[in-house]
């Protein structure tokens, strides 16, 4: 009713006021500098995102032992779930009433956001392969575009657009829109900007949209994971106007920001990018990149010696850097080269450590490479299909642009790094390692072409469920059993949210599973049909109840069922409670040292799923020693999945397991009998 009469009371035409573009438009103005001159301001729903729920500790151990149903035998079981009734009546009810008082007392996050940026931030490992993952851009359809130079320019100009639309509140706020004909409108935006932040997400939500949480995005620019011992710090200097670029294990910084700032020309960042790549300097004996791949107390230790040394304002330049740009100096010669370069390179021309990569092979292939603590795949998402279209869309240069007359070499600033002998070593022994593990990582790739979203929903299948069960089936022809397998998802609908994980190994999978590889012939394809069916809702349940629906890169992009149902995954409520149970001293409770504990949380199929016009292919490193990194796409029309493992695992088998499994769920749907 009151909607209504805003509505019938709002005055033709473009109209200004509170949150409108009016905010920046002054003497000067140049709507060139921005991707999008959005009415509602950015973080106008920050304010009143719901809370991120505490699931009842009840709930949490009946989807706990859900999950650990099919992965143990009846005594295994049984003993787990002894442990839960005790952990459930005993420190585990106390915990959880001290974790819901102490949520109470900071409403202005979530429960999970402290202890998961000190699960990433604590972490010891090296952050390249165990934590940091790539997604490469499609090509630009307009294939002169994608010369090294152009493509460098333009992606960076957008980049850069994309910081000052951010930073100016005239970037759309990110939306999820089930109803896009009532609430992606003008109509909705300009009567929604007038709702005051603190009650906003209520005016979206009656219109079925529903608001997700930017509290991650400021940390996209200008800002560094530092090494420090025992717990890394995240830094940002958003005052810094400059760009890291790399190429050949050189470092150059330039400005992209004017004193007033505005973006520098395009010619001249052009003109910039053409002199770095020009500079013939051989590679430097002893690549500084190599350090962050280290062991981050071993970089720590390592970092002090390179500001002790006289490097402190070096370094400052990298940390604060916009963003770090590295320039390859050779094409991608297919798929597999593209994932291994994309996901680590040499180790010489990468910055690991920045909150994110963006990377230009010589053919003008290009991908972002992001570290994990500051944020999840959301807010890279929506800065990589921004920066996609931008580019492709509204390109700064041509390829017959002329880069600007000016003097690089007074502009461009070449570092320079002192090493000492302990530093010199430091970098040889990072290299050895890096290139010792590297030699063991595998990566292949499939395109299943027979179908794929569009004929699955025909169906009435989830087609998350139907590549998810495709796993469970590989891993079973391959090895004979069924495993720990996770499945991330976003829970970016909360204030704060971070992820939760999916369980797509269920006693529904793991029974249609057996059908299907150990004895098709006894089944008819109806039959097949149904045990397909009965894991689809099971598996939109698990979904629906985690986060909210179908899904995004490494996270679920959402698709809402009812608010009080949501975020009620139960692996973080246990990550939680451990945690706070650490915090205050208690020795780890029983539940924590089961091996059943232990096994679930070693996640032989780490599962992440992406799927965006921008995209050409995604990846990531197992998780475990003997695991598999599976990143794949649902899309119209086939399924793609690129998958890595280390020595002890067959990513190639695997692989022609999940095309048979694929293949054989095709075969049933269709009505033809099973191959053996």
Known sequence: ?????????????????????????????????????????TMHYQDSLPRLPIPKLEDTIRRYLSAQKPLLDDGQFRKTEQLCKSFENGIGKELHKQLVAQDKQNKHTSYISGPWFDMYLTARDPIVLNFNPFMSFNPDPKSEYNDQLTRATNLTVSAVRFLKTLRADLLEPEVFHLNPAKSDTDTFKRLIRFVPSSVSWYGAYLVNAYPLDMSQYFRLFNSTRLPKPSRDELFTDDKARHLLVLRKGHFYVFDVLDQDGNIVSASEIQAHLKYVLSDN??????????????NRDIWAELRQKLVSGGNEEALRKVDSAVFCLCLDDFPIKDLVHLSHNMLHGDGTNRWFDKSFNLIIAKDGTAAVHFEHAWGDGVAVLRFFNEVFKDSTQAPAVTPRSQPANTDSSVAVQKLNFKLNDALKTGISAAKEKFDATMKTLTIDYIQFQRGGKEFLKKQKLSPDSVAQLGFQMAFLQQYGQTVATYESCSTAAFKHGRTETIRPASIFTKRCSEAFVREPSKHSAGELQQMMAKCSTYHNQLTKEAAMGETGFGEHALRPCCPQHWGQGFDRHLFALRYLGAAKGIDLPELYLDPAYRQINHNILSTSTLSSPAVNIGGFAPVVPDGFGIAYAVHDNWIGCNVSAYQGRNAHEFLQCVEKALESMFDALEGKAIKS
Not at 281 to 294: D, I, M, Q
């Open 1 to 41: 009713m009151v909607a209504g009469l805003l509505l019938r009371a709002w005055p033709r035409g473009l109209a200004f006021g509170p949150g409108a573009p009016s905010r920046l438009l002054s003497t000067g103005f140049d709507p060139g500098q921005y991707l999008q001159l959005s009415i509602v301001p």
């Open 281 to 294: 300097s051989l590679a430097p004996e002893f690549p500084l990149s190599y350090l962050t791949s280290e």
